[in-house]
């Protein structure tokens, strides 16, 4: 049985594919700077907001991962989409700077609550079928993600060009029906071993398996803000080269086609490529390349840029996920999962700031720096031995 057909025969696996469509139609994406502009804020705020969002992810994860890992996963899950909604909701609402900073600490907490959670819940449902299916089943997941963000991409560039605080409405609606769909989720709670619990499990020898492991460290030092930073940085880049504001929808919903392509076929494109550590190294550098075409003074070269980004980022997840997720041990895997996201966190937050006051400056120069840094991620990720090697 092929994992699509798979997938939608399990009841757990089919709630999380239905949540994942409804929260991923981000109609705001397209406008999203323009929508914080419109607000009175500032390119040094909007960046600031991210880095409020990442500190929201940095306190929370390691204490939702124990949570997860002591209670059950999905609880833990549930309350993340739940939280996700609410902050969604103020997001909308939301008409000065201290109202986005509110927000973005619930967005943060509910990634933390859902960043441990959702792929310890998985293997869990998985069980047995785990290492054979867990890379398929999280690139399906970014298909329907991506094709999703295509769709209201598209419809949220043109009630953009109605009001620019529709497509905020709008995903805060699609959210509120994401959370209840995974109200329906079926519990799966993991095996643990009697001699040795995971809530005793001591979070220094957490952080010691992460330091041994290779995938994990890498993982975790990869600031995953960066590529994020494309969803800021083209909307700029995209007006100074002359894209009318009506287009914005349509070339992000091109890239969120290109995004589920690349999501979609990166099982296949592993394991034909032979090693997926550097399968995720090619796509880094892709990632990389995508940056350096958006800092071109041309429409059609930030257009492609951008494509490009989300398309080799997409591939280049999945992969990654799964490598990360089976290194993990599995009575302390949502705690691992969010210690390595807590150090991807902490990075972020010091580089963040740095990309918005760059980009108050040049934006152009903004992206020639993300393009760099993610260049040397590629490099060290094709240093590293396949994990059969290790």
Known sequence: MNTISFLWRQRALALIAVATILTSASFVVPVST?????????????FTLETVLVVSIMVCDLPTGRLA?????????????????AAAIGYAASTTYGAFVLTNILSGLAIALVSGADRSYLTSVLADESERRLTGVLGHFGALESVAGAVAGVAGGLLATRDITWPAVAAA????LGAVVVLWLPPARRPVAADEPAARVPLLAVARQVLATP??????LQPWILVGAAFYLNQPRWQATGIPLQYFGVVLALAQVAAALGSHVSES?????????AFVAATTLATAAGFGLLAVPHGAATVVGFIVVLAASAARGPVAGALATLAA??????TTLS???????????AVNPLVGLLSQHSVTAACWAVAGVL????????????????
Not at 36 to 41: D, I, M, N, P, Q
Not at 215 to 220: D, F, S
Not at 329 to 334: D, F, I, K, L, S
């Open 339 to 349: 210690l390595v996201t807590t150090c991807g966190s902490l990075i972020g937050v």
């Open 173 to 176: 609606g699609a959210e509120t």
């Open 269 to 277: 494109l592993a394991r034909r490529f032979g090693s997926p550590t």
């Open 375 to 390: 260049g040397g991620f590629a490099l060290a990720w094709a240093r590293l031995r396949p994990p059969a090697e290790d």
């Open 215 to 220: 995938v994990l460290w890498l993982t975790a």
């Open 34 to 46: 323009l929508y914080l502009l419109a607000r009175g804020l500032t390119y040094p705020q909007i």
């Open 69 to 85: 890992d002591r209670t059950s996963d999905r609880l833990v899950l549930v309350s993340g989409y739940v939280i996700g909604a």
């Open 329 to 334: 041990p599995a009575r302390t895997r949502a």
